[in-house]
C-alpha cells in the first residue's frame, strides 16, 4: 500500500521558516518524481516545486530563492525547507510522487503564515 505522510506544517509568523517532511513508503521511491503542491481556501491546487529522480529540481515562481526542495533516497523521504514565509504562503502542502502515469498524494500538512 502506497503511503506519503506529510509532516511539519505549523503556525508561523511572516518572515519565519518551515520544514516540510514527506515519508514515502510502498513505492519504488528512488524512480519517482516528487514535488510539493499547495492549495489555499477557495483556491486550486498549484505546484510549488518539483525533483525528479535524478535530482533536478523545478520551482514555481513565486517560491524561487525562498523555497528549497531536497530528498534522500535512503530514507525515501521528501523535504522542503521554506525560508521568508509570507501569509500568501498559508495552504495546505501536500507530497506528490509520479513516475509515468501513476501519482500518489499525501493528506497535506496545514502551513499557517500569520502575525
Known amino acids: 500500500q502506497v503511503q506519503l505522510v506529510e509532516s511539519g506544517g505549523d503556525l508561523v509568523q511572516p518572515g519565519g521558516s518551515l520544514r516540510l517532511s514527506c515519508a514515502a513508503s510502498?513505492?519504488?521511491?528512488?524512480?519517482?518524481?516528487m514535488g510539493w503542491y499547495r492549495q489555499a481556501p477557495g483556491k486550486q491546487r498549484e505546484l510549488v516545486a518539483t525533483?525528479?529522480?535524478?535530482?533536478?529540481?523545478n520551482y514555481a515562481d513565486f517560491v524561487k530563492g525562498r523555497f528549497t526542495i531536497s530528498r534522500t533516497n535512503a530514507e525515501k523521504t521528501v523535504f522542503l525547507q521554506m525560508n521568508s514565509l509570507k501569509p500568501d504562503d498559508t495552504a495546505v502542502y501536500y507530497c506528490?510522487?509520479?513516475?509515468?502515469?501513476?501519482?500518489?498524494w499525501g493528506q497535506g500538512t496545514q502551513v499557517t503564515v500569520s502575525s
Open positions: 510502498g513505492i519504488g521511491f528512488i524512480f519517482y518524481t
Open positions: 525533483i525528479t529522480d535524478g535530482g533536478s529540481t
Open positions: 506528490n510522487a509520479r513516475r509515468d502515469l501513476t501519482s500518489h
